[in-house]
């Protein structure tokens, strides 16, 4: 089992920033990456970025956060961070981490099996 919990979200105006932590503990060493996934009212849940956990830390974005958002880790404190600059009315969500043990896919929802409650992001214009 892995617990996750995330934390840092709030409200900001556009342009501002934000970052957001996801706290891991228990079998940590099973995580192959971690993920954030954000999902917006009447919307579904989707992809937004994720970091290799061990070794090399590659990291994936979706494309419409890249050169905003950047993820990155600190496997000393089991935490995993996005920091989120240039924000905008559209990133309002709830921002959840996730992580997976399969190394074949870091985007898609299914491939993650252990979450977090979620940290509600919200921008205003």
């Known amino acids: 089992q892995v617990q996750l919990v995330e934390s840092g979200g709030g409200l900001v105006q556009a342009g501002g920033s934000l970052r957001l932590s996801c706290a891991a503990s228990?079998?940590?060493?099973?995580?192959?990456?971690v993920g954030w996934f954000r999902q917006a009212p009447g919307k579904e849940r989707e992809f937004v970025a994720a970091?290799?956990?061990?070794?090399?830390?590659?990291?994936y974005y979706t494309a419409s956060v890249k050169g905003r958002f950047t993820i990155s880790r600190d496997n000393a404190k089991n935490t995993v961070y996005l920091q989120m600059n240039n924000l905008k009315p559209e990133d309002t969500a709830v921002y959840y981490c996730a992580s997976t043990a399969d190394s074949s896919d870091y985007s898609g929802l299914s491939s993650y099996n252990y979450w977090g409650q979620g940290t509600q992001v919200t921008v205003s214009s």
């Open positions: 970091i290799r956990r061990w070794i090399i830390a590659n990291t």
């Open positions: 228990g079998r940590t060493f099973s995580m192959y990456y």
